[in-house]
């Protein structure tokens, strides 16, 4: 089994920051790509940002320029660092994972628990 442990989230004002931490573990071989993607109350879950292990990036246009993602591969763990965050970044943040196991040798798509965001203006 695999699992995602999030941390980082909280509450905090308009044009401040955090910063999200993802840790995997467990039967892990290889990770692909890890991510986060993010839920507000009564919308899809959207993503955020994902990071390749070749370092290759994505941004939703809505975070571009704003937030960054950063990964410790010897680690298997990903970061967030979320800048001059506004109130619409309110929401919870999901970490998600490719993970190819070591027990089954098979790739799976992995999801962590969720960690709370909320920015207020």
């Known amino acids: 089994q695999v699992q995602l442990v999030e941390s980082g989230g909280g509450l905090v004002q308009a044009g401040g920051s955090l910063r999200l931490s993802c840790a995997a573990s467990g039967s892990i071989f290889s990770i692909n790509a890890m991510g986060w993607y993010r839920q507000a109350p009564g919308k899809q879950r959207e993503l955020v940002a994902t990071?390749?292990?070749?370092?290759?990036?994505n941004y939703a246009d809505s975070v571009k320029g704003r937030f960054t993602i950063s990964r410790d591969n010897a680690k298997n763990t990903v970061y967030l660092q979320m800048n001059s965050l506004k109130p619409e970044d309110t929401a919870v943040y999901y970490c998600?994972?490719?993970?190819?196991?070591?027990?089954?040798?098979?790739?799976?798509?992995?999801w962590g628990q969720g960690t709370q965001v909320t920015v207020s203006s």
């Open positions: 990071r390749t292990s070749g370092s290759n990036t």
């Open positions: 998600n994972a490719d993970v190819l196991s070591r027990s089954t040798w098979r790739r799976g798509d992995y």
